[in-house]
């Protein structure tokens, strides 16, 4: 995603040497243990990661995960939603999203029951035509996966649902390797060709130790809209065998729902009615299974007995620019004992942004030089201790003073300079 220095689309650059004349090809690759650093901070960030997978396609596989996204969202919890199926991307489409209003945070012009809860992103918002093929090979998917996983910034998450393609290719194992704790969803229809299919899925979650949450049946049946008997388009039951041969969860069967296929081509599924629709109100009780079982309780907690120590720093020592320092210095102090320091890199700036990242963290107390009033209240209203006006010394020396309790502090101007829109 980044841009070309030498003015070629960064689409292709480096892909292709004629593209890019000069360019070499590794100079797009970003610094990998920054990558890795962006990757564990944003997993660690997300509470539940849901795969949603199928053994074969055209079993409604993306119509669940949609669905299931929106549902979530919904009942107020924060999901995001990534679109893995590359080389048939559909996510935006059944939305009805085209640009988004902020690409680095996944942030569409959606409904304000949705705004707040739901993000969204897939490899259509960056092809400048969404009906060109994609034709990729395995790591340049790899790589992409990643990106959206580390570049975009998308905050505190209960749930990550990934609407991954059929089978069990690149992608799919891709999201496992990237995504240790994810654990999957497996979708199909009742006929013996799709279930045939499921049990590879199965198998593929075995031997790569990703945990099943269970298996959804689609199109198990359809109300005729005339006598409203419940019609079996392709058999029934072969979803709940299938899961107690395999000894998995049977999370429940979906029935095909005319209203729900024609809003997903015309880009209207977020404005199907949950209580008019029969197909979201089978999906109920698989949502309220997931809010039970995956319960979305904070990601980061507090240790008991354990005070955390954040202060931002630069070259070595304390900072008065909170909101643009490079690092922050983190220790963890138990009986007394100040750990070993660890330094991280800070989030990208936004109004606010510093004080839920280090709540995320766990973070006790704050040492900093100057800080704003507001940025103040922000931390202390999240039960963060603010020590302000600390001399400019090196972070574990602060942390000494402070526990011997002989940190001298000063009130000091908050600097214009500071960036952290909290003055």
């Known amino acids: 995603m980044e841009k070309c220095s030498h003015g070629a689309d960064p689409k292709s650059c480096g892909e292709d040497p004629k ?6 090809p590794a100079h797009h690759e970003p610094d990998k243990d920054q990558e890795e650093r962006e990757l564990a ?3 660690k960030q997300i509470r539940h990661k849901l795969v949603v997978m199928s053994g074969k396609g055209g079993v409604g596989k993306s119509s669940v995960a949609v669905s299931l996204a929106l549902a979530l969202a ?5 999901v995001g939603l ?3 199926d590359l080389h048939g991307p559909n996510v935006l489409r059944m939305l009805g999203l085209k640009q988004p209003m902020d690409l680095t945070h996944a942030q569409f012009d959606l409904p304000p029951d949705l705004f707040d809860t739901l993000r969204v992103i897939s490899i259509e918002v960056l092809m400048r035509d969404r009906d060109m093929a994609v034709i990729w090979r395995g790591p340049l998917k790899h790589q992409l996966i990643r990106q959206f996983l580390s570049e975009v910034q998308w905050g505190n998450l209960d749930y990550l649902v990934v609407d991954s393609p059929p089978g069990t290719g690149d992608e799919p194992m891709s999201v496992a390797q990237t995504i240790p704790d994810a654990v999957a969803i497996v979708v199909t229809t009742p006929q013996e060709i799709s279930l045939a299919d499921v049990r590879k899925s199965l198998n593929f979650c075995e031997k790569i130790n990703m945990k099943v949450v269970g298996i959804v049946e689609n199109m198990s049946g359809y109300a005729c809209p005339h006598c409203g008997k419940d019609l079996p388009l392709f058999k029934s039951g072969g979803g709940l ?5 395999a000894k998995v969860p049977f999370l429940g069967a979906l029935p095909f729902d005319p209203a729900v296929v024609e809003a997903s081509d015309q880009g209207k599924l977020m404005q199907v009615k949950e209580a008019d629709s029969p197909f979201f109100q089978a999906l109920k009780p698989i949502v309220e299974y997931i809010l039970e079982t995956l319960p979305a309780t904070p990601a980061v907690t507090r240790e008991p007995g354990v005070m955390k120590f954040a202060l931002p720093v630069e070259d070595g020592k304390l900072t008065d620019k909170f909101g643009h320092a490079s690092h922050f ?13 660890e330094l991280i890199p800070s989030p990208p700036h936004e109004p606010g942004g510093i004080p839920e990242w280090l709540d995320d963290l766990g973070v006790t107390h704050i040492i900093a030089g100057t800080l704003g009033e507001k940025a103040q209240g922000l931390l202390t209203k999240k039960g963060i201790e603010v020590v302000a006006g600390a001399p400019l010394e090196a972070p574990e020396v602060l942390v000494e003073k402070y526990l011997k309790k ?3 502090t000063s009130p000091r101007e908050h600097p214009a300079s500071c960036g952290c829109g909290q003055g």
């Open 329 to 341: 210095a983190i220790f963890k102090v138990k009986d007394g004992a100040i750990g070993p320091k």
């Open 74 to 78: 919904r009942r107020g919890k924060k």
């Open 19 to 24: 593209s890019c004349q000069g360019c070499d």
């Open 241 to 245: 065998k299938t899961a107690q041969a």
């Open 82 to 84: 990534m679109d893995v």
């Open 406 to 408: 002989t940190l001298a």
């Open 41 to 43: 901070r944003t997993l």
